[in-house]
């Protein structure tokens, strides 16, 4: 069935650091592609989406490339602040277009 | 306009109890859908409604049910409840069923059984 791989955390980093969090896919077809964010105390909120090949999703400095030929959505970020910290979900939606299908989540924690 | 909104916001119950969730959609939104999410772990889907039927089913027991009103709000309904359905339970709204249109989540209801 479909399933969603993340990188496990926790992800320490220091301010204006590299971000990177690897994500990889198993499924039929090609699924659009999500990264969700959860903000401490808060619900999930969407940063941002693909849904074909070789689309960029971007959001508030975030970026992710849909990689076909490696299954892979794995997301970016320039330089991270103390404000970015949350856990964060790579996630695809099935072919049925009924469910969301989530990876395990990845903390990011950012210290100034 | 508001969000997603759910009741109660918390909740502990006992062994072998029942419990009805509920949750009202954005404004607009005919589709809900329903998701648990276990402490450390992702989302796992368990439903979604949409004009008031059912449109998917996670793999979850008969034990979870649930239902979308006339004006779209929606239960989600526990019964026999075991130790392993604590968790916070997440519902979701979009205008439609179709890929595109974004799921919009709540703040979500946590249960405890103990």
């Known amino acids: 069935g479909d399933s969603v791989t993340q990188m496990e955390g926790p992800v320490t980093l220091s301010e204006e650091a590299f971000l990177t969090i690897n994500c990889t896919y198993t499924a039929t077809g090609y699924p659009s592609l999500f990264w969700y964010v959860q903000y401490p105390g808060e619900g999930l909120q969407l940063l941002l989406k693909?849904?074909?090949?070789?689309d960029k999703g971007s959001n508030k400095g975030f970026e992710a490339t849909y990689r076909k030929e490696t299954t892979s959505f794995h997301l970016e970020k320039g330089s991270v602040q103390v404000s970015d910290s949350a856990v964060y979900f790579c996630a695809l939606l099935n072919q049925a277009g009924t469910a969301l299908i989530f990876g395990k989540g990845t903390t990011l924690s950012v210290s100034s | 306009d508001a969000g997603v909104t759910q009741s109660p916001t918390h909740l502990i119950k006992t062994r072998g109890q029942h419990v009805t969730l509920r949750c009202s959609p954005i404004?607009?939104?005919?589709?809900v859908s329903w998701y648990q999410q276990v402490l450390g772990q992702g989302p796992q889907f368990i439903f979604q409604?949409?004009?008031?039927?059912?449109?998917g089913r996670g793999n979850f027991p008969d034990r979870f049910s649930a239902r979308q009103f006339p004006n779209y709000s929606s239960e989600l309904n526990v019964n026999a409840l075991l130790l392993g359905d604590s968790a916070l339970y997440l519902c979701?709204?979009?205008?439609?069923?179709?890929?595109?249109?974004?799921?919009?989540f709540g703040p979500g209801t946590r249960l405890t059984v103990l």
């Open positions: 979701a709204s979009s205008r439609g069923t179709e890929a595109y249109n974004e799921q919009f």
């Open positions: 409604y949409y004009e008031k039927e059912e449109r």
């Open positions: 404004s607009g939104h005919k589709s």
């Open positions: 693909a849904t074909k090949a070789d």
